[in-house]
């Protein structure tokens, strides 16, 4: 999904759950707004708090994307099919100058 893609949709009322799987430090640093603070070391342990229902959509971000590649995968692996990366990530996210949320949801 892109960024506009995602913009476009948080607009109209209708978003994906984003789930933002950076570590807690990086989370707080700035995320989308209403993203859900996801930690990919959450996932992996399969404590992480999820949609119950595997086929809500979901966008996975993180800095760059090798950590939202993994979450994607292993997501997938637990019955997660309806899961999207964000084009670009967090870093392409704010070089675009979207806005950021810096405190805790």
Request: aromatic share 6%.
């Amino acid at each position: 999904m892109t960024p506009d893609q995602l913009v476009s949709r948080i607009k109209q009322g209708w978003p994906p759950v984003v789930c933002d799987v950076r570590s807690g430090m990086e989370y707080v640093s700035g995320h989308i707004h209403g993203a859900a603070h996801t930690p990919l070391t959450k996932i992996i342990a399969g404590n992480a708090v999820l949609p119950a229902n595997r086929e809500e959509p979901l966008v996975i971000v993180c800095e760059h994307g090798p950590r939202a590649m993994l979450a994607m995968k292993i997501l997938a692996w637990r019955g997660y099919r309806n899961t999207e990366l964000l084009d670009g990530h967090m870093s392409a996210w704010r070089q675009n100058g979207w806005p950021v949320q810096k405190e805790l949801d």
